[in-house]
Protein backbone atom coordinates (compact mmCIF):
# COMPACT_ATOMS: atom_id res chain seq x y z
CA UNK A 1 0.00 0.00 0.00
CA UNK A 2 1.50 3.22 -0.90
CA UNK A 3 0.44 7.42 0.44
CA UNK A 4 0.55 9.90 -2.47
CA UNK A 5 -0.99 12.41 -0.45
CA UNK A 6 -3.17 15.45 -1.78
CA UNK A 7 -2.59 17.13 1.68
CA UNK A 8 0.26 15.94 3.41
CA UNK A 9 0.83 15.00 7.28
CA UNK A 10 3.59 17.76 8.82
CA UNK A 11 5.22 16.72 11.90
CA UNK A 12 4.42 19.67 14.55
CA UNK A 13 5.30 18.34 17.78
CA UNK A 14 7.34 15.76 19.77
CA UNK A 15 7.48 14.08 23.27
CA UNK A 16 8.37 11.15 24.89
CA UNK A 17 8.69 9.27 28.31
CA UNK A 18 10.47 6.39 29.85
CA UNK A 19 9.15 4.95 33.53
CA UNK A 20 11.99 6.37 35.74
CA UNK A 21 12.57 2.39 36.91
CA UNK A 22 15.86 0.71 35.15
CA UNK A 23 16.28 -2.99 34.27
CA UNK A 24 19.76 -3.86 34.03
CA UNK A 25 21.40 -7.32 32.52
CA UNK A 26 23.29 -7.40 35.54
CA UNK A 27 19.92 -7.59 37.42
CA UNK A 28 18.93 -10.31 34.90
CA UNK A 29 21.75 -11.97 35.40
CA UNK A 30 21.18 -12.38 38.93
CA UNK A 31 17.89 -13.54 38.13
CA UNK A 32 17.98 -15.91 34.73
CA UNK A 33 20.29 -18.51 33.09
CA UNK A 34 22.24 -15.62 31.06
CA UNK A 35 25.02 -13.16 31.38
CA UNK A 36 25.36 -9.48 30.16
CA UNK A 37 27.96 -10.02 27.69
CA UNK A 38 25.25 -12.98 25.79
CA UNK A 39 22.79 -10.40 25.64
CA UNK A 40 25.07 -7.34 24.80
CA UNK A 41 26.55 -9.15 22.12
CA UNK A 42 23.36 -10.34 20.66
CA UNK A 43 21.35 -7.89 21.30
CA UNK A 44 23.22 -4.52 22.14
CA UNK A 45 21.21 -3.96 25.07
CA UNK A 46 22.47 -2.91 28.32
CA UNK A 47 18.99 -1.95 30.18
CA UNK A 48 16.20 -1.62 29.50
CA UNK A 49 13.43 1.13 31.44
CA UNK A 50 10.09 -1.01 32.90
CA UNK A 51 6.86 0.07 34.34
CA UNK A 52 6.03 -0.91 38.49
CA UNK A 53 2.59 -2.65 38.90
CA UNK A 54 0.12 -0.02 38.83
CA UNK A 55 1.10 1.82 35.85
CA UNK A 56 -0.16 1.18 32.52
CA UNK A 57 -0.17 1.75 28.90
CA UNK A 58 -2.33 4.92 29.30
CA UNK A 59 -0.28 6.42 32.22
CA UNK A 60 3.01 7.05 29.46
CA UNK A 61 1.03 7.74 26.44
CA UNK A 62 -0.57 10.71 28.66
CA UNK A 63 2.85 11.44 29.55
CA UNK A 64 4.39 11.72 26.29
CA UNK A 65 1.30 13.13 24.35
CA UNK A 66 1.63 16.11 26.91
CA UNK A 67 5.24 16.96 25.86
CA UNK A 68 3.86 16.01 22.16
CA UNK A 69 0.99 18.79 22.91
CA UNK A 70 3.60 21.21 24.64
CA UNK A 71 6.44 21.19 21.80
CA UNK A 72 3.66 21.80 18.94
CA UNK A 73 2.28 24.81 21.11
CA UNK A 74 -0.95 24.09 20.43
CA UNK A 75 -3.49 21.64 23.04
CA UNK A 76 -6.14 21.65 19.69
CA UNK A 77 -6.02 18.14 18.06
CA UNK A 78 -8.99 16.37 16.17
CA UNK A 79 -7.80 13.04 17.08
CA UNK A 80 -5.49 11.24 18.87
CA UNK A 81 -4.47 7.33 17.48
CA UNK A 82 -2.54 5.21 19.91
CA UNK A 83 -0.46 3.01 18.55
CA UNK A 84 -0.24 0.26 20.97
CA UNK A 85 -0.03 -3.49 21.63
CA UNK A 86 -0.33 -3.72 25.61
CA UNK A 87 -3.68 -1.64 25.98
CA UNK A 88 -4.97 -1.08 28.78
CA UNK A 89 -7.65 -3.64 28.51
CA UNK A 90 -8.28 -5.99 26.00
CA UNK A 91 -11.91 -4.18 25.41
CA UNK A 92 -12.14 -0.89 24.91
CA UNK A 93 -9.20 1.08 23.11
CA UNK A 94 -7.24 2.87 25.26
CA UNK A 95 -7.07 6.05 23.24
CA UNK A 96 -9.82 7.59 24.44
CA UNK A 97 -9.07 7.64 28.17
CA UNK A 98 -6.17 9.00 27.60
CA UNK A 99 -7.65 11.75 25.11
CA UNK A 100 -9.76 12.41 28.49
CA UNK A 101 -7.13 12.44 30.30
CA UNK A 102 -5.38 14.95 28.27
CA UNK A 103 -8.21 17.78 28.60
CA UNK A 104 -8.58 17.32 24.74
CA UNK A 105 -12.38 17.03 24.69
CA UNK A 106 -14.88 14.87 22.74
CA UNK A 107 -12.10 14.30 19.69
CA UNK A 108 -11.84 11.36 17.99
CA UNK A 109 -9.96 8.53 19.63
CA UNK A 110 -8.49 5.05 18.75
CA UNK A 111 -6.42 2.32 18.90
CA UNK A 112 -4.12 1.07 16.05
CA UNK A 113 -3.12 -2.57 16.61
CA UNK A 114 0.42 -3.55 14.54
CA UNK A 115 3.27 -4.31 17.49
CA UNK A 116 6.78 -3.07 15.98
CA UNK A 117 5.40 -1.69 12.99
CA UNK A 118 2.16 0.64 15.22
CA UNK A 119 3.87 3.72 14.57
CA UNK A 120 4.68 3.32 11.34
CA UNK A 121 0.64 2.51 10.85
CA UNK A 122 -0.13 5.17 12.77
CA UNK A 123 1.63 7.80 11.05
CA UNK A 124 -0.29 5.82 7.59
CA UNK A 125 -3.56 6.29 9.76
CA UNK A 126 -3.21 10.00 11.19
CA UNK A 127 -2.08 11.15 7.35
CA UNK A 128 -5.20 9.34 5.96
CA UNK A 129 -7.28 11.12 8.30
CA UNK A 130 -5.67 14.85 7.26
CA UNK A 131 -5.45 13.81 3.49
CA UNK A 132 -9.59 13.11 3.69
CA UNK A 133 -9.80 16.33 5.54
CA UNK A 134 -11.42 14.60 8.70
CA UNK A 135 -8.80 16.27 10.76
CA UNK A 136 -6.91 19.27 10.84
CA UNK A 137 -4.49 18.04 13.61
CA UNK A 138 -3.84 14.34 14.99
CA UNK A 139 -2.20 13.34 18.65
CA UNK A 140 -0.26 10.13 17.26
CA UNK A 141 0.98 8.07 20.24
CA UNK A 142 2.88 4.91 20.05
CA UNK A 143 3.04 3.93 23.72
CA UNK A 144 3.60 0.51 25.10
CA UNK A 145 3.96 -1.41 28.73
CA UNK A 146 5.32 -4.59 26.55
CA UNK A 147 6.96 -6.30 30.36
CA UNK A 148 2.86 -7.49 30.74
CA UNK A 149 3.29 -9.39 28.06
CA UNK A 150 6.93 -10.80 29.07
CA UNK A 151 7.47 -14.02 30.81
CA UNK A 152 9.90 -13.01 33.38
CA UNK A 153 11.25 -16.39 33.27
CA UNK A 154 11.98 -16.48 29.78
CA UNK A 155 15.54 -15.33 29.33
CA UNK A 156 15.19 -14.75 25.42
CA UNK A 157 12.07 -12.07 25.68
CA UNK A 158 12.64 -10.64 29.19
CA UNK A 159 16.66 -9.58 27.75
CA UNK A 160 14.88 -7.67 24.81
CA UNK A 161 11.75 -6.13 25.72
CA UNK A 162 11.42 -2.52 27.38
CA UNK A 163 8.55 -0.24 28.26
CA UNK A 164 7.90 3.34 27.03
CA UNK A 165 5.70 5.84 24.85
CA UNK A 166 6.83 8.64 22.04
CA UNK A 167 4.38 11.31 20.69
CA UNK A 168 4.17 13.21 17.90
CA UNK A 169 1.52 16.22 16.84
CA UNK A 170 0.58 16.28 12.89
CA UNK A 171 -1.06 18.93 11.24
CA UNK A 172 -2.14 19.69 7.45
CA UNK A 173 -0.10 20.94 5.27
CA UNK A 174 2.05 20.85 2.42
CA UNK A 175 3.44 17.77 0.67
CA UNK A 176 7.27 20.58 -0.09
CA UNK A 177 7.24 21.29 3.86
CA UNK A 178 9.75 20.41 6.32
CA UNK A 179 8.26 17.79 8.49
CA UNK A 180 5.39 17.26 6.00
CA UNK A 181 5.38 12.77 5.31
CA UNK A 182 6.43 12.55 2.11
CA UNK A 183 6.28 9.28 1.24
CA UNK A 184 4.57 6.19 3.17
CA UNK A 185 4.63 2.31 2.50
CA UNK A 186 2.57 -0.51 4.47
CA UNK A 187 3.22 -4.17 4.03
CA UNK A 188 1.56 -7.35 6.23
CA UNK A 189 2.16 -11.20 5.73
CA UNK A 190 0.05 -12.98 7.99
CA UNK A 191 2.06 -16.29 7.60
CA UNK A 192 4.13 -15.20 9.97
CA UNK A 193 1.67 -15.04 12.77
CA UNK A 194 2.78 -17.64 15.00
CA UNK A 195 6.48 -15.78 15.05
CA UNK A 196 6.08 -13.12 17.30
CA UNK A 197 2.65 -14.02 19.29
CA UNK A 198 0.79 -13.97 22.50
CA UNK A 199 -2.02 -17.25 22.25
CA UNK A 200 -4.12 -16.87 25.15
CA UNK A 201 -6.69 -13.98 26.01
CA UNK A 202 -8.57 -13.20 22.50
CA UNK A 203 -11.49 -14.36 20.95
CA UNK A 204 -9.05 -17.62 19.53
CA UNK A 205 -7.99 -19.04 22.87
CA UNK A 206 -10.48 -17.51 25.43
CA UNK A 207 -8.55 -19.56 28.27
CA UNK A 208 -5.22 -20.18 29.51
CA UNK A 209 -4.24 -23.80 28.91
CA UNK A 210 -0.82 -23.25 30.34
CA UNK A 211 0.58 -19.91 31.96
CA UNK A 212 3.22 -19.49 29.47
CA UNK A 213 -0.15 -18.89 26.62
CA UNK A 214 -0.17 -16.15 28.23
CA UNK A 215 3.04 -14.41 27.23
CA UNK A 216 4.63 -13.41 24.19
CA UNK A 217 6.44 -16.17 22.29
CA UNK A 218 9.13 -15.24 20.08
CA UNK A 219 10.77 -17.35 17.30
CA UNK A 220 14.01 -14.69 17.19
CA UNK A 221 15.74 -16.54 14.58
CA UNK A 222 13.42 -16.20 11.93
CA UNK A 223 11.65 -12.84 12.62
CA UNK A 224 15.51 -11.45 12.51
CA UNK A 225 15.60 -12.78 8.40
CA UNK A 226 12.20 -11.47 7.54
CA UNK A 227 12.79 -7.83 9.72
CA UNK A 228 16.17 -7.40 7.53
CA UNK A 229 14.22 -8.05 4.16
CA UNK A 230 11.18 -6.39 4.69
CA UNK A 231 12.76 -3.10 6.50
CA UNK A 232 14.98 -2.99 3.91
CA UNK A 233 12.54 -3.38 0.95
CA UNK A 234 10.37 -0.70 2.33
CA UNK A 235 12.85 1.68 2.64
CA UNK A 236 13.62 1.07 -1.08
CA UNK A 237 10.31 2.01 -2.11
CA UNK A 238 9.75 4.60 0.60
CA UNK A 239 12.95 6.75 -0.60
CA UNK A 240 12.04 5.82 -4.05
CA UNK A 241 8.43 7.66 -3.65
CA UNK A 242 10.29 10.48 -2.31
CA UNK A 243 12.00 10.79 -5.13
CA UNK A 244 15.55 10.25 -3.48
CA UNK A 245 18.30 8.03 -3.70
CA UNK A 246 19.37 6.06 -0.39
CA UNK A 247 22.51 7.84 -0.18
CA UNK A 248 20.46 10.99 0.20
CA UNK A 249 19.66 9.63 3.46
CA UNK A 250 20.68 11.91 6.62
CA UNK A 251 19.63 9.74 9.12
CA UNK A 252 17.79 6.18 9.15
CA UNK A 253 15.55 5.67 12.24
CA UNK A 254 14.70 2.42 12.42
CA UNK A 255 13.07 0.21 14.63
CA UNK A 256 15.21 -0.71 17.80
CA UNK A 257 15.06 -4.60 17.95
CA UNK A 258 18.08 -5.69 17.58
CA UNK A 259 21.71 -3.79 17.23
CA UNK A 260 22.45 -6.53 14.73
CA UNK A 261 19.28 -6.15 12.61
CA UNK A 262 20.14 -2.16 12.37
CA UNK A 263 23.31 -3.17 11.29
CA UNK A 264 22.18 -5.65 9.12
CA UNK A 265 19.65 -3.33 7.24
CA UNK A 266 22.19 -0.29 7.71
CA UNK A 267 24.89 -2.12 5.76
CA UNK A 268 22.86 -3.82 3.05
CA UNK A 269 21.29 0.01 2.44
CA UNK A 270 24.49 1.70 2.62
CA UNK A 271 23.92 4.06 4.85
CA UNK A 272 26.72 4.60 7.14
CA UNK A 273 26.68 3.91 11.33
CA UNK A 274 27.48 7.51 11.45
CA UNK A 275 23.91 8.25 9.87
CA UNK A 276 22.28 5.29 11.91
CA UNK A 277 20.24 6.27 14.57
CA UNK A 278 20.21 4.35 18.02
CA UNK A 279 18.93 3.76 21.23
CA UNK A 280 18.62 0.45 22.10
CA UNK A 281 22.00 0.06 24.46
CA UNK A 282 19.31 2.19 27.33
CA UNK A 283 15.80 1.27 25.95
CA UNK A 284 15.55 -1.82 24.65
CA UNK A 285 12.79 -2.93 21.99
CA UNK A 286 9.56 -0.91 22.99
CA UNK A 287 7.24 -1.85 20.36
CA UNK A 288 5.43 1.17 18.92
CA UNK A 289 6.85 3.43 21.26
CA UNK A 290 10.42 2.82 19.75
CA UNK A 291 10.57 4.75 16.90
CA UNK A 292 8.91 7.83 18.00
CA UNK A 293 11.04 7.78 21.27
CA UNK A 294 14.15 8.05 19.31
CA UNK A 295 13.28 10.56 17.24
CA UNK A 296 12.25 12.66 19.94
CA UNK A 297 15.86 11.77 21.56
CA UNK A 298 17.73 12.54 18.56
CA UNK A 299 15.80 16.09 18.13
CA UNK A 300 16.64 16.52 21.93
CA UNK A 301 20.01 16.14 21.60
CA UNK A 302 20.67 17.54 18.42
CA UNK A 303 21.51 14.76 16.22
CA UNK A 304 18.18 15.69 14.52
CA UNK A 305 18.86 18.68 12.76
CA UNK A 306 16.46 21.02 10.46
CA UNK A 307 16.76 20.15 6.68
CA UNK A 308 17.75 16.58 7.33
CA UNK A 309 16.50 13.78 5.24
CA UNK A 310 15.00 11.21 7.30
CA UNK A 311 14.19 7.41 6.40
CA UNK A 312 12.20 5.58 8.99
CA UNK A 313 11.47 2.31 9.49
CA UNK A 314 9.73 -0.84 11.52
CA UNK A 315 9.01 -4.29 11.57
CA UNK A 316 7.22 -6.38 13.97
CA UNK A 317 4.96 -9.34 14.98
CA UNK A 318 2.01 -9.83 12.58
CA UNK A 319 3.87 -9.53 10.41
CA UNK A 320 3.68 -6.38 9.75
CA UNK A 321 6.06 -3.64 8.37
CA UNK A 322 6.38 0.24 7.15
CA UNK A 323 8.42 2.72 5.83
CA UNK A 324 8.24 6.68 5.92
CA UNK A 325 10.17 9.82 4.76
CA UNK A 326 10.38 13.25 5.82
CA UNK A 327 12.71 16.16 6.05
CA UNK A 328 13.28 17.01 9.43
CA UNK A 329 11.72 20.14 10.62
CA UNK A 330 12.65 22.94 13.92
CA UNK A 331 10.99 21.14 16.86
CA UNK A 332 10.75 22.56 20.41
CA UNK A 333 12.17 19.55 22.74
CA UNK A 334 10.02 19.61 26.27
CA UNK A 335 11.79 17.90 28.78
O1 LIG B 1 10.60 -5.99 17.36
C1 LIG B 1 10.41 -6.89 16.31
C2 LIG B 1 10.36 -8.25 16.84
N1 LIG B 1 11.52 -8.75 17.51
C3 LIG B 1 12.65 -8.95 16.89
O2 LIG B 1 12.89 -8.48 15.83
C4 LIG B 1 13.63 -9.86 17.55
C5 LIG B 1 14.48 -10.49 16.47
N2 LIG B 1 15.33 -11.52 16.95
C6 LIG B 1 16.40 -11.29 17.72
O3 LIG B 1 16.67 -10.18 18.12
C7 LIG B 1 17.29 -12.46 18.07
O4 LIG B 1 16.92 -13.58 17.29
C8 LIG B 1 17.23 -12.84 19.56
C9 LIG B 1 17.94 -11.78 20.38
C10 LIG B 1 15.78 -12.99 20.02
C11 LIG B 1 17.95 -14.15 19.80
O5 LIG B 1 19.29 -14.06 19.32
P1 LIG B 1 19.89 -15.19 18.37
O6 LIG B 1 21.30 -14.83 18.15
O7 LIG B 1 19.00 -15.31 17.18
O8 LIG B 1 19.82 -16.47 19.28
P2 LIG B 1 19.01 -17.82 19.08
O9 LIG B 1 17.55 -17.60 19.28
O10 LIG B 1 19.44 -18.45 17.79
O11 LIG B 1 19.57 -18.66 20.27
C12 LIG B 1 20.95 -19.03 20.35
C13 LIG B 1 21.21 -19.58 21.74
C14 LIG B 1 20.16 -20.58 22.19
O12 LIG B 1 20.79 -21.60 22.92
P3 LIG B 1 21.11 -23.03 22.26
O13 LIG B 1 19.77 -23.57 21.85
O14 LIG B 1 22.00 -22.73 21.09
O15 LIG B 1 21.76 -23.77 23.36
C15 LIG B 1 19.29 -19.78 23.10
O16 LIG B 1 18.62 -20.58 24.07
O17 LIG B 1 21.17 -18.51 22.69
C16 LIG B 1 20.31 -18.89 23.76
N3 LIG B 1 19.75 -17.67 24.36
C17 LIG B 1 20.33 -17.05 25.39
N4 LIG B 1 21.45 -17.30 26.07
C18 LIG B 1 21.77 -16.46 27.07
C19 LIG B 1 18.63 -17.02 24.02
N5 LIG B 1 18.46 -15.96 24.82
C20 LIG B 1 19.50 -15.95 25.68
C21 LIG B 1 19.87 -15.12 26.75
N6 LIG B 1 21.02 -15.41 27.40
N7 LIG B 1 19.16 -14.01 27.11
Request: glycine letters at 12%; hydrophobic letters at 45%; proline letters at 4%.
Amino acid sequence: MTYAPPRAAVLAGIGSWLPPDVLTNAQLEAELDTSDEWIRTRTGIASRHRVMPGTSTSELAVEAGRRALKSSQSDAVDAVVLATSTPDELCPATAPDVASRLGLGQVAAFDVSAVCAGFVYGLGTAAGLIAAGIAERVLLIGAEAFTSLVDPGDRTTAAIFGDGAGAVVLRAGDVDEPGAIRSLVLGSDGRGNHLLHVPAGGARQREQTETASRFLQLQGREIFRHAVRHMGASCREATARAGWELSDVDRLVAHQANARITKSLGDALGVPPGKRASNIERVGNTAAASVPVLLDEDNSSGALTEGQRVLITAFGGGLAWGAATLVWPVLHSVA
